[in-house]
């Protein structure tokens, strides 16, 4: 079954330091990866994502991810986080088998303290 | 307006009663899905349009559920006879096509809804 695992409920982070949030993924074929991040009573926005080339991906707001297919993660990274990045971090894939489905992690808490 | 609006924000229902949500989406998307995240989760897919066709609807959409997206524009997602596992986000997003031309998903600020 296609799934994805973000391993951490939450992630404190003081500002200024580099910020790693993991996720892990389960899906046949080539993965179609997105990283979303939710505010408080918000939609989701989108930061990046990966279908194909470069391992690292440039998104939003100076975050970036890397793909490693080997240990099938895309971990989403950020080389100084601000108190304003705090916020739930949501992972996502494309299922394979239906081109119009995501299917999310359970989200990870990004908390980062001035 | 160039985002994804959702009416209404919120709603609080008591339980057995009908409930409509409406989505619009960004105006050149031809795609659009709706989610339901429940409050520690991620978003859950129920159903997407291409255009006016539902191509898929999720085992989660029971048949108290109902969605609809006439002439490609705007969408409604109705809930019957609203039970108190339903109180949830609703999440609605937009797309035009496939993944590879686009950034992603725009969704809308969601409605959330609340049975009592």
């Known amino acids: 079954a296609q799934s994805v695992a973000q391993p951490e409920d939450q992630v404190n982070v003081a500002e200024g330091n580099p910020l790693t949030v993991k996720c892990t993924y389960s899906?046949?074929?080539?993965?179609?990866l997105f990283w979303y991040v939710q505010y408080p009573n918000r939609g989701l926005q989108f930061l990046l994502k990966?279908?194909?080339?470069?391992?690292l991906v440039k998104g939003s707001y100076g975050f970036e991810a890397e793909f490693n297919k080997s240990q099938t993660s895309f971990h989403l990274k950020k080389p100084s986080a601000l108190v304003s990045d705090s916020a739930l971090y949501f992972c996502?894939?494309?299922?394979?088998?239906?081109?119009?489905?995501?299917?999310f992690g359970q989200g990870t808490t990004l908390q980062v303290k001035p | 307006d160039t985002g994804v609006s959702q009416d209404p924000r919120h709603k609080i229902t008591k339980r057995g009663q009908n409930v409509t949500f409406r989505c619009d989406p960004i105006?050149?998307?031809?795609?659009l899905y709706w989610y339901r995240q429940t409050l520690g989760q991620g978003p859950e897919f129920l159903t997407y349009?291409?255009?006016?066709?539902?191509?898929?609807k999720s085992r989660l959409l029971s048949d108290r559920f109902s969605a609809e997206r006439p002439k490609g524009s705007f969408s409604t997602l109705e809930i019957q006879r609203t039970e108190q596992g339903d109180s949830a986000m609703y999440l609605c997003?937009?797309?035009?096509?496939?993944?590879?031309?686009?950034?992603?998903?725009?969704f809308g600020s969601g409605t959330r809804l609340t049975v009592v």
């Open positions: 997003a937009s797309s035009l096509g496939t993944f590879q031309g686009v950034g992603g998903y725009t």
């Open positions: 899906v046949s074929g080539n993965p179609y």
């Open positions: 990966y279908i194909t080339g470069d391992n």
């Open positions: 996502a894939v494309r299922d394979p088998r239906n081109t119009g489905k995501l299917i």
């Open positions: 105006s050149e998307h031809n795609r």
């Open positions: 349009f291409q255009n006016e066709a539902q191509l898929e």
